[in-house]
């Protein structure tokens, strides 16, 4: 089972988008997919509801996820994904969340305020491992991208100049995408090579 979850320190940097999509692009790669909420604000699910996925989605804002899930998810089930809350106003459920999934993706747009955002990020995987004494496989998705702009390659360099990785497929902002919360999930476009690209990382995990 793949055990996956999208997180960022702030709200608004396309986490339960990233979730919707990724969710129904391997479901498209004909993977079974459970989506868990685990933000207390409870959109994934309500836009479960309203969008009619057939993608099974459950709320489960706790901070002992990572102990409750593994009695949960059934054995049907080839991928979770986890749609985290802020890590700044929820640490206990996003370390929580951290701490079951075998591969962390973070989403952020190629901006310097959400750059500067990802040290917090590291900081909490890293002590994560410290408890853990395994390592979290950890991997950037930059979305809203503008297509022709340097601000993708210049933020892609500075991560992985960091240390760390980024997935090589970028979503560009699209309106389709940027409106889609509470519609049924469609054109995945981009989402489709995420997709494939988190099922690549299948062997290291």
Known sequence: MLKIAITNLKGGSAKTTSTA???HALGLQGRKVLVVDADPQGSALRWSEVGEWETPTIGLPVKDLHTRLPGIVPDSIDVVIIDTPPLAEQAGVVR???RYADLAIVSMAPTMLEFERLPDVWQAI???EEI???PRVTRVLLTRTVANARSTALFRSAIE???HHVLATVVPRRESIAQAFGAQVTELGAY???ALEVLGLEVTL
């Open 21 to 23: 999509y990724l969710a």
């Open 96 to 98: 929580s969340a951290l």
């Open 126 to 128: 890293d002590e994560l």
């Open 132 to 134: 853990d004494q395994a």
């Open 161 to 163: 100049g960091g240390g």
């Open 192 to 194: 489709e090579g995420v």
